[in-house]
């Protein structure tokens, strides 16, 4: 009976930190940030930001990024926020705009880019959580 007790327990704790620390979400937003992406980077590419706050970011493609040939597995642009955040919005076309939600639990300083292109434009920046 106590083992199975400590697993019930264990099992909920594990749950409950998983819960946690998904940072992808449904909840209302506090904030709405608009970004734009082009072959010249990200504007703005600096962004600031209070810990705990739900953010809807909103990324506009204002060029064609990769390419513009819908039939590849990639093309456009994307908005990737780095572990530990680890959220991605892919093939954003030009003139496209795409959402993504998400609470902002980690504080610190983290990078955001387009996997795609990041060779070969300067499609990078920072979102800093305090």
Sequence with gaps: ???QNLLLVSI???GFSFYMS???TEETPDIIVDIKVSKDGY???EIHISRGKVVLF???AIDEGIG???TQEYYGHCFYILPPYDVMIENIKKGET?????KMIYPGDFIFTC???SGVFPTKGVIHVR
């Design 1 to 3: 009976m106590k083992k």
């Design 12 to 14: 909920l704790l594990i």
């Design 22 to 24: 998904c940072t992808k």
């Design 43 to 45: 504007t703005p590419d």
């Design 58 to 60: 909103r990324i506009k």
């Design 68 to 70: 513009d040939d819908y």
């Design 98 to 102: 795409k959402e993504i939600k998400v």
């Design 115 to 117: 996997p795609y292109c």
